[in-house]
């Protein structure tokens, strides 16, 4: 009998939901595989927006993964100084074939020491954050630097997932998947990067997200910090 791929994304409370269930629906689909979705213990987690979460399994129990992969939301600034968090990462990365991550979750892989000389990406507003753990900012939707594979903001979890399927299966398996979901984006507005959205809507959003800017700035040091 074929023993399972064994694929893990981590919760936390106020992460982006699309950025965890863009990958598990493409990672439900690879045959064979068990997904788990992980927290310190099973209970519901708010995510940030409506939806609430529930994990399948806690850091304690869950098994030797062969991929392990961070999405990101607003509740990756406290993660990036949860030592509970960081030491399950270091752990799983030991062993596991693939180490990934959606969106901000690269600053968790970043912070637990996993990203250091490795090129990765991450959501457009905490890119340069990614110095301050070693790694090289990579401006792509999807960035593959030996076993880590990193995926920019929120949508492009879904390219990631399928991506990292074409590299742990094969392309026909992620193809099929493609298909399956019928993946076929036709955005109604070309906004979706601060190199093709106008000037004033980049603007409007760094305004908006200023206060928060300044608290990942802040915790991202203390993170740096530590890691040193």
């Known amino acids: 009998m ?35 979705l992980i927290w310190k213990r099973i209970e519901p987690v708010a995510s940030d927006s409506v939806l609430t979460l ?7 129990d869950c098994p030797q993964l062969d991929v392990i992969c961070v999405p990101g939301g607003l509740g990756t ?4 100084n949860d030592e509970e968090m960081l030491a399950f990462l270091r752990r799983q990365a030991e062993g596991a074939k693939y180490i990934s991550s959606v969106c901000t ?9 996993l990203l250091t000389g490795y090129r990765a990406t991450t959501h457009w507003t905490a890119m340069e954050f990614l110095k301050e753990f ?26 990631f997932a399928l991506t990292l399927v074409s590299l742990l299966v094969d392309r026909r398996t992620a193809e099929a998947i493609q298909l399956r979901l019928e993946y076929n984006p036709e955005p109604p507005f070309n906004s979706g990067s601060p190199e093709t959205a106008p000037a004033e809507i980049v603007a409007l959003l760094k305004e908006r997200i200023a206060p928060a800017q300044a608290r990942r700035g802040e915790m991202i040091r203390r993170a740096a910090a530590r890691l040193a």
């Not at 529930?54 to 304690?60: D, L, Q, V, Y």
């Open 134 to 159: 070693g790694a090289t900012p990579t401006h792509t939707r999807v960035c593959v630097d030996r076993n880590r594979i990193t995926g920019g903001g929120v949508t492009a979890g879904i390219d």
């Open 105 to 113: 979750g690269s600053l968790v892989l970043g912070a637990a020491g």
């Open 77 to 80: 600034d406290d993660l990036i």
């Open 54 to 60: 529930m994990p399948t399994i806690t850091f304690a």
């Open 2 to 36: 074929t023993t399972p791929l064994q694929i893990g994304l981590v919760m936390f409370p106020h992460v982006t939901q699309l950025d965890l269930t863009g990958p598990v629906q493409v990672f439900s689909s690879v045959p064979g595989a068990k997904v788990h």
